[in-house]
């Protein structure tokens, strides 16, 4: 048996959740697993294993779906007995559609336990496909089968260290929040579940010791660890902040609340950001604005107010750090007077010292928006963001997401 994983730079925190997982599992750890980066070595792989029983699993977003199907099927052809597993993201907002692509399962949702467990009944030769968590095809039907309890982070490992497989760790699942825009909620589901201090403590020194001493976390909201989304947790944030310091300090660097993840903007207090310039490194927030007219925060169903997105700016700006907000162009709704809330804001804040991180809206399956359009381009808003890039004042993807989202 061969497992082949592909694991491009984006999927790379789930593809190494996915490998610790099978390392902690004694039935799976001494399958050999190949990691693919890139096209060609996917193919090199899939070709190697051609002698051999094989599960290729991917894991992706909806901006990868097309290329993955290309991919898929270029493996299914140059080794037609292999099992094809998708999860992540898309796979588990849109299963029948992925499966209709040509995929023999989907995990949906989490896939630490999923997997594994699909792993082992390959490996006994027993049948897999009632196994709970996944979706498939039965007789051209769509089946999918009975939910899991979400897992309990402390049972795995972020990352996998019989392959070396290290790097960022994911310190929280789940959001309360469930904006509607945002697959997080949907596919995590309602609740913050975080991994312990003291896992995560174990896992940055296990880093450390390897040579690899710069912290990044993976979380909806920094800010939000250690309490249930609410009222902020001052002491779990101190405890974490101060106890990653005393095991990476001198050599490792800190990164908390900058990419890859951010923080909601009424959770931006003086007395949060002054933890993160005690103890962390960034030079950065990542704060998730989204939009600047409150019917459209209101619509989203975000929880914050327009205001909070200035004062997270003015905190941020007075502790010495950079303000990179998050906004969200053409969200499904939104008018020509809710746009020119939001590029004034942007303007206000630029004037101010933060920069625009732009997106532009897409639907993601299993969100409230799944089946909206894009709203409307409006030509002087655009020319206003590209005179903003033009002076470094607005960066990001959204002119490609733009183009994605009208080729759908
Ligand atoms: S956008 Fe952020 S706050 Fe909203 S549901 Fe997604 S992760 Fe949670």
């Not at 790379?12 to 390392?23: C, D, F, I, M, Y």
């Not at 950079?322 to 020119?340: C, H, K, Q, S, V």
Request: proline share 6%.
């Amino acid at each position: 048996m061969r497992i082949i994983l592909y694991s491009p730079l984006k999927n790379k925190l789930s593809v190494n959740a996915l490998a610790g997982a099978l390392e902690a599992d004694p039935k799976s750890r001494s399958v050999p697993i190949a990691f693919s980066s890139k096209p060609e070595e996917l193919e090199r792989e899939v070709k190697k294993a051609a002698k051999h029983k094989t599960v290729l699993g991917f894991s992706f977003f909806s901006s990868q779906a097309e290329e993955t199907v290309r991919l898929a099927a270029k493996a299914r052809k140059a080794h037609p007995a292999l099992t094809l597993v998708a999860g992540g993201a898309h796979p588990s907002g849109a299963p029948e559609a992925v499966l209709r692509m040509g995929f023999d399962a989907v995990c949906i949702g989490e896939g630490e336990k999923t997997f594994t467990e699909l792993l082992g009944k390959l490996l006994a030769g027993a049948d897999w496909r009632g196994l709970p968590g996944l979706a498939v095809l039965e007789n051209g039907k769509f089946k999918r089968n009975k939910r899991r309890p979400p897992v309990n982070l402390d049972d795995y490992p972020p990352f996998s260290q019989l392959h070396g497989r290290y790097g960022i760790i994911e310190i929280t699942r789940g959001c309360p929040n469930a904006c509607k825009f945002c697959q997080t909620s949907h596919i995590h589901g309602l609740k913050h579940r975080h991994r312990s201090i003291e896992t995560i403590l174990g896992y940055a020194a296990l880093m450390h010791e390897k040579g690899m001493s710069d912290f990044r976390a993976v979380t909806p909201d920094a800010f939000s660890y250690g309490s249930n989304g609410g009222k902020i947790n001052y002491d779990a944030l101190e405890a974490l902040l101060s106890g990653l310091h005393k095991i990476l300090k001198p050599r490792g660097k800190i990164f908390f609340g900058s990419f890859p993840s951010e923080v909601r903007p009424e959770h931006v207090t003086e007395k949060a950001v002054a933890l993160v310039t005690r103890y962390a490194d960034n030079d950065n927030l990542v704060i998730g604005a989204q939009s600047a007219s409150p019917r459209m925060l209101k619509l989203c169903g975000r929880g914050h107010s327009a205001r909070d997105i200035f004062r997270a700016a003015e905190i941020t700006l007075k502790a010495g750090l950079r303000p990179n907000m998050d906004f969200i162009f053409r969200l499904p709704g939104e008018t020509e007077a809710d746009a020119r809330l939001s590029l004034e804001a942007m303007r206000k804040l630029s004037a101010m010292g933060a920069r625009i991180h732009a997106h532009t809206f897409m639907p993601l399956p299993g969100t409230a928006f799944a089946g909206k359009n894009p709203a409307p381009p409006y030509p002087w808003f655009d020319e206003e963001i590209n005179r903003m890039n033009a002076r470094g004042a607005v960066f990001g993807d959204w002119r490609e997401q733009a183009k994605t989202a009208a080729s759908r």
